[in-house]
């Protein structure tokens, strides 16, 4: 038994005690968000204010999160930000709620270099419980080594508890509550095989009638989650107590009286909750729409976040008036930072899959193109005007110019890639995602 001075008791009852855990899973396509999905949307059904997170670059499972739950999922990432920006993020936005869920990346153990990034060493630093979801098809007491290397493997975590996915029936879910039993795993549930549970396409795009969809698929999954997992049991077990994380701060010499303006509208809508926080710390963000809006406001500042342009090229090609007042605010040297899709935008021209090409606002003299689809993602690392910069690089394009790159971009392991950095006087571009959120003046680019 732990004895606790009159000072550490006053402490402890000062300190908020929330249900808090990660999601994990030995690899990819496990289940993780169809259960992190259920669950967020069981939770705020129930009346309680559940706050999602994401281990990872990711921002469309953040996107699904916030549908799901009806708060801003938040990233949790050990390559783009240190630990301390980390551990006030999960303080920050874990403080207002009843629960807190945090959906891991890829297996429990996958990071960017062996375990470094990994969901375990996230759940590890901030001390929260794992909850392990396994594939169970073809799978019955098998599950028992499993399981408990995961829980051996690595001292700083506690894999508390486990819920099944694919089962075939009750008899098949008691072979595995036997072997979690006699490895010390809280079984916690299941969701059966032949429920028709597959999440919405990730690409290309989060139309309105996805929307729909996705909100229909969270109601189904919570339908399921409530029925076949054990919840209660689950928020039982997951009981934390929260710490306190010292409030960021950002530099005292920006600027607070910016004006700021940040796309965002169906096409443009990959974008790291924090960095807009960040913003609204250094100045008045106005958002607006290339779609629709005619006249760009007035700003110091404007970011085109990445998004889904080839989805919406004719409609964006249309728009010649907010062509015409980017390309002069470009041109009379207004600060533009465009990032994949954005920087798409900022083009000459967007091509679809289908060849077919329609112009774009042509700051840049280049084409980008849909043709003959390929994925190219990952970590990149590089430093422009004396500033460490990181990003995460996802698009399925590619663009076509002779401009050189601005900086070199390397991957996580510091091997160079051939992702290109451009500038055209004030106005930087390319396809890295940019998380800024823990610089110390993003202005400081454009020098």
Known sequence: MAFYTFAENKTRLLMKVISSFLIAAPSSGSGKTTVTLGL??????????VQPFKCGPDYIDTKYHDMASGNKS???????SSENHVRYLYSKYASGSDACITEGVMGLFDGYNKMKGSSAEIAGLLDIPVVMVINAKSMAYSAAPLLYGFKKFYEKIN????IFNYVGSESHYKFLSDACHDVGIVPLGYLPKNENLSVPSRHLGLSIDQDFLLDDFANIAASIVEKHIDIDKLLSYTQVELGNSEPQR?????????????????????????NIEYLRKIGEVTFFSPLTDKYLPKSDFVYFPGGYPELYAKQLSENKLLHKAIKDYA???????????????????????????????????????????????????????????RGHEFHYSHIENN????????????????????????????????????????LHLFK
């Open 159 to 162: 894999v508390i508890g486990v």
């Open 40 to 49: 967020l949307r069981a939770l705020k059904n129930r009346g309680l204010k």
């Open 403 to 442: 401009m050189e790159s601005i900086t070199q971009q390397y991957n996580a392991k510091e091997v160079p890639v051939d992702t290109k950095l451009l500038r055209y006087k004030n106005v930087i571009a390319g396809y890295t995602h940019i998380y800024w959120a823990e610089m110390e003046n993003l």
């Open 74 to 80: 938040v990233n949790l990432d050990l390559f783009l």
């Open 331 to 389: 041109e009379n040297g207004g600060n533009i930072l465009a990032e994949c899709g954005g920087m798409m935008y900022l083009s000459s021209s967007i091509a679809d899959k289908d060849g077919i090409e329609y112009p774009m606002v042509d700051i840049f003299k280049q084409k980008a193109s849909m043709e003959n689809m390929k994925l190219k993602l990952g970590y990149r690392q590089f430093e422009y005007n004396s500033i460490t910069i």
């Open 250 to 274: 950002i530099n005292e010499h920006a600027s607070r009286s910016l004006k700021i303006a940040v796309a965002a509208d169906e096409v443009f809508n990959f974008m790291y909750h924090e």
